[in-house]
């Protein structure tokens, strides 16, 4: 049940801090210039969900075949991932899973654990295609159900997404039905509904988990932020006192901070996560705003990083690394082509975004075309894009 997995990977599944804030290891040395820097922060092992890795770990030893401890073992190192922004516990997670990895009909909590990691790769089609089976054989599997739901949004498949929201009544509590709901509305066209649903809900639940008031004031402030609304800033603080570790928070509180030209405020909140791509890409944008030496040092790392990606074939960056190209390389034509590439896989307003602004940098019609007809269709509300693709702008015009 929903339940027995706990607090937020519901979430983060489907979430731009599920796709886009994994780090990776820089393919060349780095020396720093200022024996102050912060080059990792190191986890501390000492917390609960490292204690209880080794008690899981004892488990599946003694008994390797045994679905329910392997499942429970590859969850644990799914939501360390999530949480430190360490692809490698992954791939830990994949190696729990191994006797099913490759079964087409493996145990259906194989199924949905496998998508779940799958979905964190952008293998999209595999780990729909493992949800669609998790589903036939049991119709009330409500992780099944809600993993495919954001998965879907992910994909911008609104209609179905929704339907697999409503099929989640009766079987999860009311706020991951808040929550389903809201971040399908958010991006069609009813954003005020959205918000105060979700404001609804929180004040609901006054004694509600840091996890949850963190996942529902930081949902808040990204559709805030999309609205051009200064209250954004509320919701991420709101969301960073309840989680101060919230990867995808920080990240989204930086790009707010960074659209304000606050860049100052940038650097304090993300410069102790250099070790997370999308936070590195935050400190790199506001140093080289603030005209800081440092900036060429993180630009640097930041390149090594995903030439890195490339070799390795990982296609999980193409966001991250069009916003580098086009913000920090100065290379608009590549932006483009990976902010498209990028597009072809994910369609949450992050990735509009991108493709919007290197539209219009290099003033490519049809991509500023897809970008006007996406706002269209969907009913997405977000000014700034939509005046990327205003008849009249952009270098081609």
């Known amino acids: ?13 489907a979430g731009a801090l599920a796709l886009a804030l994994s780090a990776s290891v820089a393919a060349a040395p780095f020396v720093p210039a200022d024996d102050g820097q912060v080059l990792e922060r190191l986890p501390d092992r000492s917390a609960p969900q490292y204690r209880d890795l080794k008690r899981l770990r004892t488990e599946v030893a003694a008994a390797p075949n045994d ?6 073992l590859a969850n644990a190192y799914y939501r360390i991932s999530r949480s430190e922004g360490d692809p490698r516990f992954l791939g830990y997670a994949q190696a729990a899973l191994k006797p099913w990895w490759k079964d087409a009909e493996a145990p259906s909590a194989v199924l949905v654990m496998r998508a779940t990691i799958l979905q964190s790769h952008h293998e999209f089609t595999r780990a729909l295609a493992d949800l669609d089976m998790a589903i ?16 879907q949004t992910v994909q911008g498949k ?75 800033e509320k919701h991420f603080r709101a969301a960073l006192a309840a989680d101060p570790r919230d990867l995808y928070t920080l990240a989204a509180y930086g790009d707010w901070l960074l659209d304000q030209k606050r860049a100052a405020a940038v650097v304090p909140l993300v410069q102790n996560e250099p070790r997370v791509d999308a936070l590195l890409l935050r400190l790199a944008l506001a140093q080289k705003a603030l ?25 999980v960056h193409r966001r991250e690394e069009a916003r580098f190209q086009l913000q920090l390389n100065g290379d608009p034509k590549v932006a483009l082509r990976l902010a498209q590439e990028n597009w072809k896989v994910q369609r949450e307003p992050a990735d509009l975004r991108i493709l919007a602004e290197a539209a219009h940098a290099t003033g490519d019609t049809p991509a500023r075309e897809t970008v006007h007809q996406w706002l269209a269709a969907t009913g997405l509300e977000y000014p700034a894009v939509a005046a990327l693709v205003k008849p009249g702008e952009g270098r081609g015009k």
């Not at 049940?1 to 599944?13: I, K, Y």
């Not at 036939?136 to 998965?151: E, Q, Y």
């Not at 609901?204 to 949850?212: C, E, G, K, S, Y």
Request: proline residues 3%; charged residues 25%.
């Open 1 to 13: 049940m929903m339940g027995s997995t706990g607090n937020r990977w519901q979430w983060a599944a």
């Open 67 to 72: 679905v329910a401890a392997a499942t429970a």
């Open 136 to 151: 036939a054989r049991d119709s009330r599997n409500a992780r099944a159900i809600l993993v495919r739901a954001t998965v």
């Open 158 to 232: 609104y209609d179905a997404a929704r339907a697999d929201c409503e099929r989640l009544h009766g079987l999860v509590s009311e706020l991951y039905l808040v929550a389903c709901t809201a971040g399908i509305d958010a991006v069609t066209g009813k954003a005020q509904s959205a918000r105060a649903a979700l404001e609804g809900s929180l004040a609901a639940m006054p004694n509600a988990t840091p996890d949850t008031r963190a996942w529902f004031e930081s949902l808040l402030g990204e559709i805030a932020q999309r609205q051009g609304d200064p209250v954004a």
């Open 291 to 315: 005209q800081r030496p440092e900036a060429d040092g993180s630009v640097t790392i930041l390149r090594a990083r995903f030439d890195a990606s490339r070799a390795r074939g990982d296609t």
